[in-house]
């Protein structure tokens, strides 16, 4: 029932940004999680940012890779989740999918290319 539609990959040369968007449609219930993964070819899918919602509170992370670069937040109807990314790198190049973690059910968007150059 859940549907998870990512939006605003493109190509984009190192140094610059892009912002991801994260559309959840569907049932989601009180304490949940959204993330960005992503996975180069050949590489194992990582996680790369997530945030937690509980109640009015949100709880951010990030993999040590990306501090300081990018920013995960949610809009004021915690159904979507943005990535905004700067001083973009080309080790950045992957397919970025969206996640939702919800009472022990967990839902996957298709993906969206992020692709770098140097």
């Known amino acids: 029932q859940v549907q998870l539609v990512e939006s605003g990959g493109g190509l984009v040369q190192a140094g610059g940004s892009l912002r991801l968007s994260c559309a959840a449609s569907?049932?989601?219930?009180?304490?949940?999680?959204m993330a960005w993964y992503r996975q180069a070819p050949g590489k194992q899918r990582e996680v790369v940012a997530r945030i937690t919602s509980s109640g009015s509170t949100n709880y951010a992370n990030y993999a040590d890779s990306v501090k300081g670069r990018f920013t995960i937040s949610r809009d004021n109807a915690k159904n979507t989740v943005y990535l905004q990314m700067n001083s973009l790198k080309p080790e950045d190049t992957a397919v970025y999918y969206c996640?939702?973690?919800?009472?022990?059910?967990?839902?996957w968007g298709q993906g969206t290319q992020v692709t770098v150059s140097s």
């Open positions: 996640h939702l973690g919800n009472y022990g059910l967990e839902y």
């Open positions: 569907g049932s989601i219930f009180g304490i949940n999680t």
